[in-house]
């Protein structure tokens, strides 16, 4: 699994509170990524990181913010969480190997936004 | 990164060979072919990637078309487990790559006891 862990697993809210979903990775991937999935529409990119404090957004960056102060922690944060943001979330890190890279995600966490 | 085109779903039965196609008419050189699958209720995993020679591993076998406009992912003797959605995804590992890695909605094969 690359050495990945997301927390928390699930999580339930009410619709305009923060949410910070955590990352962490323990091998100093330099890449770190962000996606949702939702039926019917596959897995999107959220937001990426290539390196403490160097973040970019992905296809579905409205309403979040990431950010990552040291390698082994990719934070995502829902500033005023919406229904629409109701999803299943995947953090993933890319490693070299066989001249390309390999992508490793966690095994991902449920939110519910109410 | 250049886009691809998977078809929504496939079936098979089980024991049988199954031929995954992707269509990527804009690849580029530099461009390596990425499979991962996503089994239910987990994240997706790295199935193989190659470049222009076919791959084989022992999830798989990639075959590469010779003008790299489309790939098949072959897997050889299917099992219940192997009932998930199969991504094709393009990645160019350049200098000045695009790391936005962009998934589509894959192909959801369905495999029949």
């Known amino acids: 699994d690359a050495g990945i862990t997301q927390s928390p697993r699930h999580k339930v809210t009410e619709t305009g509170t923060p949410v910070t979903l955590r990352c962490h990775q323990t091998e100093n991937h330099r890449y770190m990524y962000w996606y949702r999935q939702d039926p019917g529409h596959g897995l999107r990119l959220i937001h990426y990181?290539?390196?403490?404090?160097?973040?970019d957004k992905g296809e579905v960056s409205d309403g979040y913010s990431v950010s990552r102060s040291k390698t082994e922690d990719f934070l995502l944060t829902l500033e005023s969480a919406t229904s629409s943001q109701t999803s299943v979330y995947f953090c993933?890190?890319?490693?070299?190997?066989?001249?390309?890279?390999?992508?490793?995600f966690g095994s991902g966490t449920q939110l519910s936004v109410l | 990164d250049a886009k691809t085109t998977q078809p929504n779903s496939m079936e098979s039965n089980e024991e049988e060979p199954v031929h995954l196609p992707c269509n990527h008419s804009t690849i580029s050189g530099t461009d390596y072919i990425h499979w991962y699958r996503q089994l239910p209720s987990q994240g997706p995993e790295y199935v193989i990637h190659g470049l222009t020679s076919n791959v084989n591993n022992r999830m798989a076998s990639l075959a590469i078309a010779e003008d790299r406009k489309s790939s098949t992912l072959i897997l050889h003797r299917a099992t219940l487990r192997d009932a998930a959605v199969y991504y094709c995804i393009l990645r160019d590992v350049g200098v000045d790559r695009d790391d936005k890695i962009i998934f589509g909605k894959g192909t959801r094969l369905h495999i029949l006891p």
């Open positions: 990181s290539y390196g403490v404090k160097d973040t």
């Open positions: 993933a890190i890319s490693e070299l190997a066989g001249g390309s890279e390999k992508l490793f």
